[in-house]
């Protein structure tokens, strides 16, 4: 798989949407050898279907099945690797249930859902994948019956309500904007929040790892500039209720001071992304920075070349 933010990111974002519907696992380690599927999910109730719940997601989740999933454009020997852990996973099933003297049931059966961004139309005919139009949307993919096996190409899905969900997790503009569409859903949409806070998450460890030394890829970078106004947004919505919260319990001022720090590790961030470090102009005008709101600041971070920064502070 990728670097370690998307991978975590992934591991945390599947089980968020489904978990309230059967028991999931995320990096559940294979016993025959250390192997980890991204996620195992065994439904205990109806999981929906709808486009206003889960959509696609729901219907590939709709019996026993692995998740893997890919930031990149999956190679042949990872999906005969995911192959080989679905084999694994049907190995030691049969033996549990030989053990007890049971037999497996058809619906008892796991099946193997990869994801990835795009796949070539070579690929997916040398693993005999096909489309079925009849009862999934284009970019669904299954292999031959009794492999248990489909792949979804991300890229591919239908923009659309039902889609949403598995579109957050393609690359560039596509997950762009999936992200931007999840915002501007209702506040109180299912699980909008907790998706907007894993985003969050990401947008943090990939900030941690730049912040490090570690050299990001363009593509990151670019995530980083796309997601600031997100997190951004999202720490005026918690300074807000913050505030409140503060005001109630009488922490108000402690509050205040944790939240300008988080601002003040974002707007650092954004500073190394765009212009490679912080000079000692960029580090003198950090606290005017943190003086203004988030909806203040975000236009000046992401708009003005470094000099423009500078002299837009120096002037006032």
């Known amino acids: 798989m990728s670097q370690f933010p998307h991978d975590q990111f992934m591991k945390e974002y599947i089980p968020e949407l489904i978990s309230e519907y059967g028991l999931v696992k995320a990096g559940d380690t294979l016993s025959s050898e250390v192997r980890e599927i991204d996620v195992f999910f065994t439904p205990t109730k109806p999981v929906p279907t709808t486009p206003n719940t889960l959509g696609l997601l729901g ?27 679905l084999c694994d996973t049907h190995n030691l099933q ?16 796991p099946f193997l859902w990869i994801l990835t961004p795009t796949l070539s139309n070579q690929k997916l005919e040398d693993f005999g994948a096909k ?8 970019g669904v993919y299954l292999l031959p ?64 790892n730049q912040q490090s ?7 990151d970078r670019e995530l980083i500039m796309k997601l600031s106004p997100v997190y951004l947004e999202k720490l005026a919505q918690k300074e807000q209720f913050g505030i409140q919260q503060g005001l109630q319990q009488g922490l108000q001022q402690g509050l205040q001071q944790g939240l300008q720090q988080g601002q003040k590790t974002m707007i650092e961030g954004i500073l190394i992304s765009r212009f490679g470090e912080i000079s000692a102009e960029l580090k003198g005008i950090i606290p005017q920075l943190l003086a203004l709101s988030p909806l203040e600041v ?19």
């Open 59 to 85: 219907k590939l989740a709709q019996t026993i099945c692995l998740f893997e999933v890919f930031r990149k454009s999956v190679e042949n020997h990872q999906i005969l690797e995911c192959i080989g852990k």
């Open 94 to 109: 049969r033996r549990e249930k030989r053990k007890n003297k049971e037999k497996i049931l058809p619906s008892e059966i």
């Open 131 to 138: 489309l079925n139009l009849k009862n999934w949307e284009e």
């Open 145 to 208: 019956k009794n492999l248990y096996t489909g792949i979804v190409v991300i890229h591919q899905l239908p923009v659309n309500q039902d889609t949403l969900w598995l579109r957050i997790l393609g690359r560039e503009k596509v997950q762009e904007n999936a992200i931007e569409e999840l915002k501007n859903l209702p506040v109180d949409y299912p699980h909008r929040d907790n998706v907007l806070e894993l985003v969050c998450n990401l947008l943090a460890m990939l900030e941690l």
């Open 213 to 219: 030394g570690n050299i990001l890829t363009p593509e």
């Open 298 to 316: 975000t236009p000046l971070l992401l708009n003005l070349s470094r000099e423009d920064l500078i002299n837009h502070f120096l002037s006032e």
